[in-house]
């Protein structure tokens, strides 16, 4: 089962509020490249969540893709379903943002 795509833009956006200082001040370079490749997915999944819009079709897309590109760096199935970002993160070997690029 698919993770509904309102939860998709929640955890996408609280990976960011959570964790992108962090990933800034200790220079995890993969997830400083992540945060500034989805420069439009992170603001636009805030937007949805939050009922401030109504994605569009682009705007689903680019949901879309940048979920799967934040499962793919903490190694989750894009496919399965999470309720929230802390049962996101149990789902991956990479427990914390310290480890993306491990394994």
Same mark, same amino acid.
């Given at each position: 089962?698919? @993770?509904?795509? =309102? ?7 609280? @990976? ?7 990933? &800034?001040?200790?220079?995890?370079? =993969?997830? &400083? ?7 439009? =997915?992170?603001?636009?999944a805030n937007a949805i969540a939050?009922?401030?819009? %109504?994605?569009t079709e682009s705007g689903t897309?680019?949901?879309?893709? @940048?979920?799967?590109?934040l499962c793919k760096i903490i190694? &989750?199935?894009?496919?399965? /379903?999470?309720?929230? %970002? &802390? ?11 310290? /480890?993306?690029?491990? =394994?």
């Amino acid at each position: 089962m698919n @993770t509904p795509f =309102g939860n998709k833009c929640e955890i996408i956006y609280s @990976t960011w509020s959570a964790y992108s200082d962090e990933a &800034v001040e200790n220079n995890y370079e =993969g997830w &400083v490249n992540f945060f500034d490749w989805a420069d439009a =997915g992170i603001p636009l999944a805030n937007a949805i969540a939050n009922n401030l819009c %109504l994605p569009t079709e682009s705007g689903t897309q680019i949901i879309e893709d @940048t979920w799967k590109e934040l499962c793919k760096i903490i190694r &989750v199935d894009p496919n399965a /379903k999470y309720n929230n %970002l &802390v049962d996101f993160f149990a789902s991956s070997p990479n427990k914390t943002i310290t /480890k993306p690029e491990e =394994g």
